[in-house]
């Protein structure tokens, strides 16, 4: 059974800070890797995909993937009030040939603080 | 673009009463998935669709059917609902596989 370990958090920052949330996964052979954005009631909304080793960026945020260590992590800089939501880590791609399903972290809660 | 749509958004069934869940996508998405999420479990996997004309269990299938009605629509049916079955159920979609899944806005269902 395919295994994604998150902190649950809550992570608290004050706000202009870099939020670091950081997520292991036990399968080795996982090609595909999600960070998703969760406001309370609400459903899980894609904010970064990685797919090879090392950094990827898309404005505030900032994906690392490092396959060799099973470890993936999203940075957050300059952190607004905003961004406070439950963050989940997904993997997909396992052992078992199924590149269809993703399997989900329980969710960091991050809090910005003004 | 619509996205990925879900009805209704609300639900509330005795137990033992059935209903079906409706999720479209206008992505022009090939594959598509059910899940559920609970407190402290996270978000599983019910089923999913990896293409038109196809279904296969995810991780808690029990108590669930599917129906991939055509490429755009993919419904869940509960036949015989159970208080265990009281959760907040999302519909997402994807290109295909290892690709990103989109969310609907999800269903909360009560069954009491």
């Known amino acids: 059974q395919k295994e994604v370990e998150q902190n649950s958090g809550p992570l608290s920052v004050p706000e202009g800070a870099i939020a670091s949330l950081n997520c292991t996964y036990s399968?080795?052979?996982?090609?595909?890797f999600f960070w998703y954005r969760q406001y309370s009631g609400k459903s899980p909304e894609l904010i970064m995909s990685?797919?090879?080793?090392g950094d990827k960026e898309d404005g505030r945020f900032t994906a690392q993937l490092n396959k060799a260590s099973q470890y993936v992590s999203l940075l957050i800089r300059d952190s607004q009030p905003s961004d406070s939501a439950t963050y989940l880590c997904?993997?997909?791609?396992?052992?078992?040939?199924?590149?269809?399903?993703?399997?989900f972290g329980k969710g960091t809660l991050l809090t910005v603080n003004p | 673009n619509a996205g990925v749509t879900q009805t209704p958004k609300f639900q509330v069934l005795k137990t033992g009463q059935s209903m079906t869940l409706q999720c479209a996508q206008d992505m022009n998405h090939n594959s598509m998935y059910w899940y559920r999420q609970d407190p402290g479990m996270g978000l599983r996997l019910i089923y999913y669709?990896?293409?038109?004309?196809?279904?296969d269990k995810g991780e808690v299938p029990n108590g669930y059917n599917v129906s991939r009605l055509n490429k755009r629509e993919f419904s869940l049916r509960l036949e015989s609902a159970a208080p265990s079955q009281t959760s907040v159920y999302f519909c997402?979609?994807?290109?295909?596989?290892?690709?990103?899944?989109?969310f609907g806005p999800g269903t909360r269902l009560t069954v009491t």
């Open positions: 669709s990896a293409s038109e004309g196809t279904t």
């Open positions: 997402a979609s994807a290109r295909g596989a290892l690709y990103e899944q989109y």
């Open positions: 997904a993997v997909c791609g396992d052992s078992g040939g199924s590149n269809y399903k993703l399997t």
């Open positions: 990685i797919y090879s080793n």
């Open positions: 399968d080795r052979v996982s090609q595909s």
